[in-house]
């Protein structure tokens, strides 16, 4: 059966009498039953608002992803920097522990069949020379724990005299003075090339110049020219120590005073101020 315009007339206004009076009711009326039915009418839409969602996301982000996101970048970069230190410091560790092994076997090798003690340490701080020190002094890390006595000696390379132990060692730390400010030493003094045998070298007496280096005089027969070595043979010295390089000849004058002898100026065969690395090294058993 056909339905005229007049029953579609009757329906519109039968829903303009029913908005009325929705409109008339208070709001605890409306409250509840209301959004579920905007819940229905919407229900076609969902699927348009959730493609429409999507393809805002994807052609401007969120705020709050872009923040995420950045953090993200920023805790990754962090970690990556944090691993790249930690493998820089365990190969600087690596590195140091070699260096010491490698110092600590050249100073026992050098006295085979000899107990010495060896104990490496650093120079913390290098005071330079001063009114009461003219060769300065060196604050060492290693103390009494670690070994230390007064009297080791500090070396360099395994072949050469830094310092001298002095003064009654801390726990954890010890003051050595460098070698020319060590009193006088007794060497033996051979040629660049060392060819000379030990029983023919001719032997001196160092002694403190008051700049860090040495003066030595001896006879013109002895031949001593520049560039000539001085090597510890002093008996008041631990015997871990003899034979060590301790200075080098710089120059070498007849003395205007006697002129049948020679006067030799001497530099420490190590700046010992610039030695950061050091062995101390002392006679097992006993006094150093």
């Avoid at 839409?45 to 709050?64: C, D, E, K, M």
């Avoid at 070396?155 to 060692?169: A, K, L, Q, S």
């Amino acid at each position: 059966m056909a339905r005229g315009p007049f029953h579609h007339d009757r329906v519109w206004r039968l829903a303009l009498a029913a908005a009325l009076l929705v409109s008339l009711l208070p709001a605890r009326a409306l409250s509840g039953w209301t959004g579920e039915v905007a819940s229905l009418l919407t229900l076609p839409l969902v699927p348009v608002q959730h493609a429409g969602r999507l393809a805002a996301g994807w052609i401007r982000p969120s705020v709050s992803d872009t923040y995420a996101e950045r953090e993200a970048s920023e805790t990754l970069a962090m970690e990556r920097n944090e691993a790249r230190a930690l493998y820089r410091r365990l190969e600087l560790e690596n590195d140091r522990l070699r260096r010491e092994i490698e110092m600590l076997s050249a100073a026992t090798s050098r006295s085979p069949g000899l107990a010495i003690r060896a104990v490496r340490a650093s120079a913390v701080v290098a005071n330079p020379p001063g009114p009461r020190s003219g060769a300065g002094t060196l604050k060492l890390n290693a103390g009494v724990r670690q070994g230390v006595e007064a009297g080791m000696v500090a070396t360099r390379d395994g072949d050469t005299v830094v310092g001298r132990v002095v003064g009654t060692p801390a726990a954890l730390s010890s003051d050595a003075v460098p070698v020319g400010g060590a009193g006088a030493i007794e060497v033996v003094l051979l040629p660049p090339d060392e060819a000379t045998e030990l029983g023919r070298a001719p032997r001196g007496m160092l002694k403190p110049d008051g700049r860090g280096g040495f003066t030595c005089d001896l006879g013109q027969s002895s031949g001593v020219a520049v560039g000539w070595t001085a090597r510890l043979a002093d008996e008041r010295w631990p015997r871990a120590a003899q034979g060590l390089r301790v200075a080098t000849v710089t120059a070498a004058a007849p003395l205007e005073t006697s002129p049948l002898h020679t006067r030799l100026q001497l530099a420490p065969a190590a700046n010992p101020l610039e030695s950061v690395e050091v062995v101390l090294v002392g006679d097992a058993g006993g006094e150093p």
